[in-house]
């Protein structure tokens, strides 16, 4: 491949936002790169390059590398790359190009996944199975029943400026939120890039990487949730799950999940291990004895007008 810096120079000129691009720009490289361009990369025009574009991130040379492609990441901004690249010290030689907003987040599933979990439920969903999840998750429908539902929950509090979400995947349930909070501070946590991706489009979202498990350093907010997460968390990591919400909450903790009486695992999707029900608000407030309920209600499937996913939910106040 050889460069021609005319049109390098040319990008000295005012080009179109990247945000306006309706789709992710893939940048490919092939074969082999001699030192002249690496130097050219390296060089001040390289600079400028980098600086008009606002969005291409080069770390590390080599002569030789493999073809690689990514996508908008959340939370990258101009000469940083997003954690999950940062941290990526397996490739040799990297070029990333970066467009916010209405990216093609498809192209992300071609990236090695840079980040590791504790338990294979994490895994699993910050893998290739939580890719096809978004587009399962998604749909004007399942935001209206999400409205109906978070505005029988907000009834129920008081005085909510801030709400924190653990797990929040594409962000319908922000969206929901934006819409009946609207001076509301949101933020959000989710462990697929690909969800994270949509998640940080929504406008006035702080939405971050990583799993709910993980200590965040994140100050507490008026009102901590969590809604179909628990249930595929790994039981034995339920207690950490617990505190993080806690931890997550100056005043309301809430929850939207399957109980079941009795703790149980049910096969989903063909998968074993995936899915659990039980009696989780109750296990919190056993954990938190100064933890109490507020009240509680249940999404019905067959409801004619909202239906949602079997789901009970339940707010719970310090």
Known sequence: MLAHTQPLRNLRNRVAPLSDLAHSVTVKLFTEIRPAHDALLASNLGKKTSTNLGAIHVTGFASRWTE??????GGATQGEAPANLRHHSGLPYYL?????????ERSAQKR??????????????????????????????????KISMFSK?????????????????????????????????LQA???????????????????????LLDDHQMAPVDMAFIAGVLIHINPDALETAY?????????????AEYYNPSPTSITYRGHEGRLFKR???????????????VDYGFVYHRDPVFPGDDLTWFVMEK
Not at 68 to 73: A, M
Not at 96 to 102: H, Q, T
Not at 121 to 135: C, K, L, S
Not at 246 to 252: A, D, F, I, P
Request: proline share 2%; glycine share 8%; charged share 25%.
């Open 68 to 73: 690689r492609t990514s996508s908008c990441i």
């Open 96 to 104: 990333s190009l970066f467009v916010g907003g209405n990216c093609d």
């Open 112 to 145: 090695k996944r840079a980040l590791t979990y504790n338990t294979p439920q994490e895994n699993f969903w910050a893998g290739e199975f939580g890719d096809t999840y978004v587009d399962r998750n998604d749909g004007g429908k399942l935001l209206a029943s």
């Open 153 to 185: 929950i907000l009834a129920r509090t008081h005085d909510v400026k801030s709400v924190r979400e653990l797990g929040a995947n594409i962000g319908l349930n922000m969206l929901a939120f934006k819409n009946l909070l609207p001076a509301a501070t």
């Open 189 to 211: 946590i989710e462990i697929n890039e690909i969800a994270l991706a949509r998640l940080s489009s929504i406008e006035g979202v702080d939405a971050r990487l990583g799993s």
């Open 243 to 255: 505190q993080r919400l806690w931890e997550s909450s100056k005043r309301y903790i809430v929850m």
């Open 279 to 293: 009696d989780f608000a109750g296990e919190m407030m056993d954990k938190y004895p100064s933890l109490k309920l």
